[in-house]
């Protein structure tokens, strides 16, 4: 069964300009469930996860300012969006939503977040909407506990994994592998150990055969035992944040090459949603859906 972590908390007070990149969060499940691609029963409440886990990542001098609402102003300004308590809280639970859903993984062959993708959060700081890296603390978790033992994070937002890079730069055991837009932000990139910048208006063809070179020959390099799959929507030629030229059939194209890869290898895969930032919230929500659909498919042979 496919398992969604489902956030208890979508929304809070923010300024008018704040409000739209986060109403996803709360239409998603919704979409999923009134086009019957999900059940209740594929949703779960994540559990608001422990600092200790987040310190094996973080610094505790950031991280305590953080909780405590203390940070400075120039370090609120990177992070994109007034700092409030409810917004710390939620980044704890959706951490818990990616630890959770590595172990449905582990049992199911992949587990989902309806959030999470917060790949520009550094170990001493958050920038771009990014306050404390999932799928960072969640590796960790893994590797820590055993329970896997050679990682590798493919990051297909349209913007490079700045963060993620930094926090698994030289790691013996987690190979990071972002495709990105070569111009967009982060201006100063980051070095992950398998970096692709796409040349803006770049569209599905060319997309997917760079995508479709390049994932099989990391699986057999790196051959891991766990996958993070950060699958950003922000790749649309629609997005205002994006500059690639992607439609939602190559972006649908593209979760099902790596989901189809995942499964072929045998490897668990846990997804967390990441960015999308198209004028039109119906081609955002069509796009996020088609990956919790593709999902479905390929992995629970589930056919709509």
Do not use: W
């Not at 499940?29 to 996860?49: G, Y």
């Not at 610094?59 to 953080?66: R, S, V």
């Not at 958050?126 to 990051?155: P, T, W």
């Not at 994932?215 to 629609?238: Q, W």
Request: net charge neutral; charged share 20%.
């Amino acid at each position: 069964m496919l398992k969604i972590a489902n956030h208890p908390i979508y929304t809070y007070a923010l300024p008018q300009g704040h409000r739209f990149p986060m109403v996803k969060y709360e239409l998603l499940p919704k979409l999923l469930l009134e086009q019957e691609i999900c059940t209740a029963e594929n949703f779960f409440e994540p559990q608001r996860v422990a600092p200790e886990l987040i310190l094996k990542v973080h610094g505790e001098g950031y991280y305590n300012k953080l909780v405590n609402l203390s940070l400075d102003k120039k370090e609120i300004r990177k992070i994109g969006f007034p700092l409030r308590q409810e917004l710390v809280d939620r980044s704890h639970y959706i951490i818990g939503g990616t630890i959770q859903g590595c172990e449905y993984a582990l049992t199911n062959g992949v587990g989902m977040n309806i959030a999470g993708g917060t790949h520009h959060a550094f170990k001493d700081h958050g920038e771009a909407f990014c306050l404390l890296n999932d799928q960072g603390i969640a590796a960790h978790y893994l590797l820590d506990s055993k329970k896997a033992s050679k990682i590798l994070i493919i990051d297909l937002d349209v913007h490079q994994g700045n963060g993620t890079a930094a926090l698994f730069q030289d790691h013996p055991n987690v190979f990071t592998f972002s495709m990105h837009g070569a111009k967009n932000y982060p201006f100063k990139k980051q070095t992950s150990d398998l970096d692709i910048g796409l040349e803006n208006d770049t569209q599905d063809a060319l997309y997917l055969e760079i995508l479709k070179n390049t994932l099989p020959r990391l699986l057999t390099k790196v051959s891991p035992d766990f996958i993070f799959y950060l699958s950003g929507v922000d790749i649309l030629a629609s997005d205002k944040l994006g500059k690639l030229g992607c439609t939602l059939k190559g972006c649908m194209q593209r979760d099902r090459f790596v989901f189809e890869s995942c499964k072929k290898a045998n490897i668990p895969v846990q997804v967390s949603m990441g960015g999308g930032y198209s004028k039109d919230i119906d081609v955002i929500l069509a796009a996020h859906k088609n990956t919790f659909k593709t999902a479905q498919e390929v992995f629970f042979n589930t056919l709509f």
